[in-house]
């Protein structure tokens, strides 16, 4: 993939500040720009220009990017745009020449008439651009036999020319405006977004906690047409819970989520006291009871995989895991001489241990020795060794290079950082085990919606079948609370008496 040149990138990274851009959102828009530049020259396209930008959206969609990452794609080509680079060259008298494709000469240009540029481009009446902080701004177009300043209705399209006439020489695209100069944040939702980041940092919530509730912040922003975050009350987020539960139609577990995270959000970055919700009713949870795979049934699903999705699903099923807790399994994590696998930051930031299967220990010294001849070979050709938890890489200098550090399931091929260009290598991806695994379900038949998570519950529902302890099985899973393990009791037939007896008479 293309490099983005150095100039380039320094007046880019300056455009995003000038724009305002939340730090943790501008090495994301990096890639998108190195994304579209990569695009345009292998398909030989030119940069600046409209049709080229829509042939790239349409080729995110194709590899089925979502709609939010499509709108930061164009927000990045957006500024990309604005920073006035100079346009690709048409070959005069060449086909790629607008005049000569109109079948007349080239004129000269005149005062009067709109400015033009050689890059062949149809000026649309008026654009909308989705802006990259969320909002929209319209870029005014000169149309064609209008001054450039006057504005027309919108439009995405280009109009054709009438029948038998000569198609009229094609003004280019108007000259964008520019970006607003630096000043402070509109309305003060950026430095709202990063106070929260912040917040859920310091102490030490995952990432997927800080994705969620920024979510639930953005849609309270949108909702509220960007009113100051200073000024937001208990009756914003009241009408706000209201319209998810009776205008969307959302889960209740999705609207608990959405009050924890404004909950969050009025406490720990905005200083205000919640207070009661007067009129919102915390929606309640209906029982749930989970897929469970019978023994025969994950066994069919197991003789399905093959390496290297074999061994990962046979953990999960074989020590109750959840997905991250297994594809984050480092080496020393494994300790095969007394038989535990050490969980190490599990969900809540909690650590326990679980016994190894006894069947698996062939697999799991094979496995072990094609690690340390990958680590073997990804230290002769340099690289800069594995992802390390938190900021342990700058207490141990060396321990991304120790074999006790490495991912017990590495990932394929070495991931590049932007910006240092080091190379370090990654776990399995996630992603690549659950589409292994949905389509070993298929292939053996099952009419159930399994998943990776699936293989937990049968694991604690088989135990609970084999007469296991309660408690026992909530230790096994890492429960915090024994009512998130009491739900396996309706998975499985009860083989308890309920007939109540004296110990006398047993």
Same mark, same amino acid.
């Given at each position: ?49 409209? *049709?080229?930008?829509? +042939? ?15 709108? !930061? ?26 005049? #000569? ?25 008026? !654009? ?29 399209? #280009?109009?054709?020319?009438?029948? *038998? ?12 405006? +520019? ?28 990432? @997927? ?38 205008? $969307? ?22 200083? @205000? ?6 009129? #919102? ?14 023994? %025969?049934?994950? !066994? ?29 399994? $480092? ?35 094979? !496995? ?13 050709? *340099? ?46 991806? %996630?992603?690549?085990?659950? @589409? ?65 007896? +004296?110990?006398l008479d047993l």
């Amino acid at each position: 993939m293309l490099a983005i040149p150095p100039d380039l990138l320094s007046r880019y990274d300056a455009s995003l500040a000038r724009n305002e851009i939340p730090a943790y959102q501008r090495p994301h828009y990096r890639r998108w720009l190195r994304f579209y530049l990569d695009f345009c020259a292998k398909y030989e396209r030119p940069t600046h220009q409209r *049709g080229s930008v829509r +042939s790239f959206l349409r080729k995110l969609e194709e590899r089925k990017q979502t709609e939010w990452m499509r709108k !930061q794609a164009v927000g990045a080509v957006r500024l990309y745009f604005f920073l006035g680079d100079p346009k690709p060259q048409r070959t005069p008298g060449t086909r790629d020449d607008p005049r #000569v494709s109109a079948g007349r000469p080239a004129p000269q240009a005149a005062p009067a008439s709109p400015p033009r540029s050689s890059d062949g481009g149809v000026r649309h009446r008026e !654009q909308s651009w989705p802006h990259p902080a969320g909002r929209h701004d319209t870029v005014m177009r000169a149309g064609p036999g209008s001054g450039a300043g006057q504005s027309g209705q919108t439009s995405g399209t #280009v109009e054709a020319p009438r029948p *038998g006439l000569p198609a009229a020489p094609r003004p280019p695209l108007a000259e964008a405006p +520019s970006p607003p100069a630096a000043g402070p944040a509109p309305n003060g939702w950026p430095e709202l977004y990063d106070r929260l980041a912040a917040a859920i940092q310091v102490r030490h919530y995952s990432g @997927k906690t800080l994705k969620s509730y920024r979510s639930w912040a953005r849609k309270l922003q949108g909702f509220t047409r960007n009113k100051p975050p200073a000024a937001l009350t208990v009756d914003d987020v009241k009408s706000f819970l209201t319209h998810l539960a009776a205008d $969307r139609h959302v889960s209740a577990s999705s609207q608990n989520q959405a009050f924890n995270a404004l909950l969050f959000l009025f406490r720990h970055v905005l200083g @205000k006291e919640f207070g009661q919700v007067e009129g #919102v009713v915390r929606a309640k949870k209906r029982p749930y009871v989970p897929v469970v795979l019978s023994r %025969e049934e994950v !066994q069919r699903v197991l003789d399905r995989l093959s390496p290297p999705f074999e061994l990962p699903a046979r953990l999960l099923y074989g020590c109750g895991l959840r997905l991250f807790e297994c594809l984050k399994l $480092r080496v020393q994590d494994i300790n095969r001489e007394v038989g535990i696998l050490k969980v190490h930051d599990g969900k809540g930031q909690r650590d326990r241990t679980q016994p190894l299967p006894e069947v698996l220990t062939p697999a799991l010294r094979a !496995q072990l020795e094609r690690v340390a001849s990958v680590h073997r070979a990804d230290l002769a050709a *340099g690289y800069a060794g594995t992802f390390l938890p938190n900021r342990y890489g700058q207490k141990s200098k060396s321990a991304a290079k120790e074999l006790a550090w490495q991912w017990f399931f590495p990932a394929a091929r070495l991931t590049r950082l932007p910006g240092t260009g080091e190379l370090r290598r990654y776990h399995l991806h %996630e992603t690549a085990l659950q @589409k292994a695994l949905k389509t070993a379900v298929q292939e053996a038949g099952i009419p159930k919606r399994a998943s990776a998570h699936t293989l937990r519950h049968s694991y604690a529902s088989h135990l609970l079948q084999a007469n296991y302890d309660i408690r026992t099985i909530q230790e096994l899973l890492g429960h915090g609370n024994m009512k998130t393990t009491m739900i396996y009791t309706h998975t499985v037939p009860s083989v308890t008496v309920k007939q109540a007896r +004296s110990p006398l008479d047993l």
